[in-house]
């Protein structure tokens, strides 16, 4: 990997603890991580192991015990709640294990959501909302409401939706994890093309070995600390 300065997102000693009685339950226990722009990073290990929790930091959905998140250069920390979320829905994108889909709007619909929330003129942004729907294969999907889309279709959808607003950083929790196998190739195929064609930055939960070898860097988590990171091919 390339010797560079030019980071993306960075975290700092980041450590979570949980109160649980008397007892302290601490979830991580000081991650060092720096990603850079263009690069896919996979986070493996076993369920329980603090992988969803430091995504959440990751993307300012939730706060670290101890530690400091930089996210292209800025210390998210020192935000307010409002000038937080600001941050968030202008610079990341979502994709989760189920789809999160507001059932009442189509495709095209949905994808406009996030651009509504940022306060653009939404309604002269459905040509962007076209574009990335036609991008990710459903071009003969755009006014399907969810209930009228397979588990994949939706799934694709909501990648569409986390590109809407031109993200620097998109962060994704076992996007597979509801879909079959061929679904789970072809959005992880999806997720490769964005990623090439783009240079979108991933950081993404999952269980999948075929698709971490296939991204740039993986890191294994173990007892709250990066147990081994690896470089699959460099950026």
């Not at 307010?80 to 294990?97: D, H, K, P, T």
């Not at 950083?169 to 997720?191: K, M, R, V, Y």
């Not at 269980?207 to 699959?232: P, S």
Request: glycine residues 6%; charged residues 25%.
């Amino acid at each position: 990997m390339t010797n560079t300065k030019n980071y993306i997102l960075e975290t700092h000693h980041i450590e979570k603890h949980y109160q649980s009685g008397p007892e302290t339950l601490k979830v991580l226990r000081g991650i060092d991580l720096k990603i850079q722009p263009g690069e896919i990073l996979v986070i493996m290990g076993p369920s329980g192991v603090g992988k969803s929790t430091l995504l959440h930091i990751m993307g300012t959905l939730d706060k670290p015990t101890f530690g400091e998140i930089i996210i292209d250069n800025q210390k998210v920390s020192n935000l307010s709640e409002l000038a937080l979320s600001q941050f968030r829905n202008r610079n990341i994108g979502f994709v989760f294990q189920f789809h999160y889909l507001l059932p009442e709007f189509n495709a095209r619909e949905n994808l406009l959501i996030p651009r509504m929330i940022k306060g653009d003129d939404w309604k002269n942004d459905t040509s962007r909302a076209d574009e990335l729907l036609i991008e990710v294969g459903l071009e003969k999907r755009l006014h399907h409401r969810p209930s009228q889309l397979s588990g994949g279709e939706l799934q694709r959808v909501a990648v569409a939706r986390a590109l809407m607003n031109r993200p620097k950083l998109i962060l994704a929790d076992e996007p597979t994890g509801n879909l079959d196998t061929q679904n789970s190739h072809a959005l992880f195929d999806l997720i490769l093309k964005l990623n090439e064609k783009y240079q979108q930055t991933f950081v993404i939960v999952t269980h999948n070995e075929m698709f971490a070898n296939q991204c740039h860097r993986v890191i294994h988590l173990l007892d709250g600390t990066i147990e081994t990171e690896k470089i699959i091919r460099p950026l």
